[in-house]
């Protein structure tokens, strides 16, 4: 982009690191913060300045937060029985939007031996040492139904054979209001696997 400076340029770079944002929404997103919104943009700066600084991981879930527990850690009011696992903070989120009012754990990956990505880079020595000191009832794992996230699912509940846990995963399957027709083969078939009893 020739036409503009290079101080913009760079800007304009510098924003293609958003997911979903390309060199043109990029472009426009740079110019609209310099000519529309300096103030918004001063204090976006502020803000995700001052929110790398500051935000690392929960002592006990590994979440993002500033402090030393996050807020659904330092909740007392949650269900010490239940963990769900997951892999993204995101998806914490989204598993909230259900209601579910047990604890997490977030594993910030999965296993990928390709990657190198190992039990010690998802922190499962201080998942297992927190469902056996606090006694914890059931692991939920919510890992996605990847190749990954399936071996992930299925390590973590090796490491809790013969222990007096109930580990259970979550069933991925068919969407509501979906016709199966539609369906992805893949999806179909963990939704024929998580099949449960009617009876
Ligand atoms: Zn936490």
């Known amino acids: 982009m020739a036409s503009l400076s290079p101080l913009i340029n760079e800007l304009v770079q510098a924003l293609t690191i958003l997911p979903g944002v390309g060199p ?64 993204t903070p995101a998806e914490v989120l989204a598993i909230e939007q259900t209601g579910f009012k047990g604890r997490y754990f977030v594993l910030f990956g999965r296993l990928s031996p390709i990657e190198g990505i190992g039990p010690d880079a998802l922190g499962l020595d201080k998942l297992k040492s927190w469902v056996l000191e606090k006694n914890v009832q059931e692991i939920i794992l919510a890992t996605n139904p990847t190749v990954e996230g ?50």
């Open 24 to 87: 043109k929404s990029a472009q426009r997103l740079a110019l609209y913060l310099l000519e529309k919104d300096k103030a918004g943009a001063a204090s976006l700066v502020a803000t995700l300045s001052e929110a790398l600084d500051k935000v690392g991981h929960c002592q006990q879930c590994r979440n993002l937060t500033e402090t030393e527990f996050c807020p659904v850690c330092d909740d007392a009011k949650r269900n010490d029985d239940q963990l769900c696992v997951v892999e």
């Open 150 to 199: 399936e071996a992930t699912a299925q390590y973590i509940q090796q490491m809790f054979a013969g222990k007096n846990v109930d580990v259970s995963r979550i069933a991925h399957g068919v969407p509501l209001g979906g016709e199966l027709e539609y369906v992805d083969g893949g999806t179909l078939a963990h939704a024929l696997a998580g099949r449960k009893s009617v009876y």
